[in-house]
């Protein structure tokens, strides 16, 4: 299999190679329009700052090739935030897959960044198919996206948020499977199975 990871000077590559050559795949880090294209899965990682991710993505003409697309895409963390539609972190005006506002949480009695293991409910979709009801996964963020029809796994901090979304051929997931232990494997299994 011809698996691409989407280079965007954005964070955490290495660990989601490492899990993916666990599982016994060994991809290609790009910016090649090219390659990208030409990969049979492609994911979209990212830690780091909205503004600066798109900029970047910008920069490598990579703005309207991702959302084009037609292979299973995974965006993880960041990725998932620079696929939704703007992101108030910076006022960034992001790629518009998913139709959703990500938002900063609100100050309050829990810390913000959100840190940590937190357990997923509302699971569907063959991404989160076979976890056990009781999935817990790892979390890094400040910002989130809002429920809505898109969500395929909800988590709960400060407020109820998606810690996944799905439309079309596309995937993502707030949370990093790459971090997650055993549930965050069979999540990369189901996405590396994906028709």
């Not at 518009?96 to 509302?122: A, C, S, Y």
Request: include cysteine; hydrophobic fraction near 40%.
């Amino acid at each position: 299999m011809n698996l691409a990871i989407i280079k965007y000077n954005a964070g955490n590559i290495q660990s989601v190679t490492y899990a993916l050559e666990r599982l016994g795949i060994t991809p290609i880090l790009t910016d090649d329009p090219e390659e990208i294209r030409r990969a049979d899965k492609v994911i979209f990682p990212g830690v780091g700052e909205a503004s600066t991710a798109m900029r970047y993505v910008r920069e490598a003409n990579l703005q309207h090739l991702i959302p084009d697309l037609k292979q299973p895409v995974l965006g993880i963390c960041l990725g998932m935030q620079i696929m939704c539609r703007h992101s108030e972190e910076n006022d960034t005006d992001c790629l518009g897959i998913f139709d959703l506002e990500v938002k900063r949480f609100p100050e309050g009695e829990q810390k913000v960044p959100h840190m940590g293991w937190n357990k997923l409910t509302d699971l569907k979709t063959p991404l989160m198919q076979g976890l056990p009801a009781d999935a817990f996964v790892y979390f890094v963020h400040s910002y989130y996206a809002e429920l809505d029809d898109a969500c395929i796994a909800q988590s709960d901090y400060v407020l109820p948020f998606a810690a996944a979304l799905h439309k079309d051929n596309f995937y993502a997931t707030q949370f990093h499977p790459e971090k997650s232990g055993k549930v965050g494997a069979k999540i990369l299994q189901n996405f590396i199975e994906l028709i």
